[in-house]
């Protein structure tokens, strides 16, 4: 079992930035890969962003490409999203995920573990 803990979500006006943690404990977290998806009130959730263990593999949904940057530290068994020029669509719960292999999916089936999520609100 994996437990996923997220933070640092809140209200930002728009332009704004914010950066998400994502604690875990459990399993060798370190050896899978992550991912952080999105919902939206009404819509489905939505990949955004995912690792690989290594971090040397990184992947972003083009709404989020040249904004937003994942990143991972194994020592500390977390994973960040720094979320720049925030704009309100990008209002939504923040949720990370892992898997038990090391490849990026963005199919949120595709995802075995999941935080409890994040409220990340964009708005002046």
């Known amino acids: 079992q994996v437990r996923l803990v997220e933070s640092g979500g809140g209200l930002v006006q728009p332009g704004g930035s914010l950066k998400l943690s994502c604690a875990a404990s459990?399993?060798?977290?370190?050896?899978?890969?992550a991912g952080w998806f999105r919902q939206a009130p009404g819509k489905e959730r939505e990949f955004v962003a995912g690792?690989?263990?290594?971090?040397?593999?990184?992947y972003y949904a083009d709404s989020v490409k040249g904004r937003f940057t994942i990143s991972r530290d194994n020592a500390k068994n977390t994973v960040y999203l720094q979320m720049n020029n925030l704009k309100p669509e990008d209002t939504a719960i923040y949720y990370c995920?892992?898997?038990?292999?090391?490849?990026?999916?963005?199919?949120?089936?595709?995802?075995?573990?999941w935080g409890q999520g994040t409220q990340v609100t964009v708005s002046s």
């Open positions: 995920a892992t898997r038990g292999l090391d490849s990026i999916a963005t199919l949120p089936q595709s995802y075995e573990y």
């Open positions: 459990g399993r060798t977290f370190s050896r899978f890969a």
């Open positions: 690792i690989k263990w290594s971090g040397g593999q990184r």
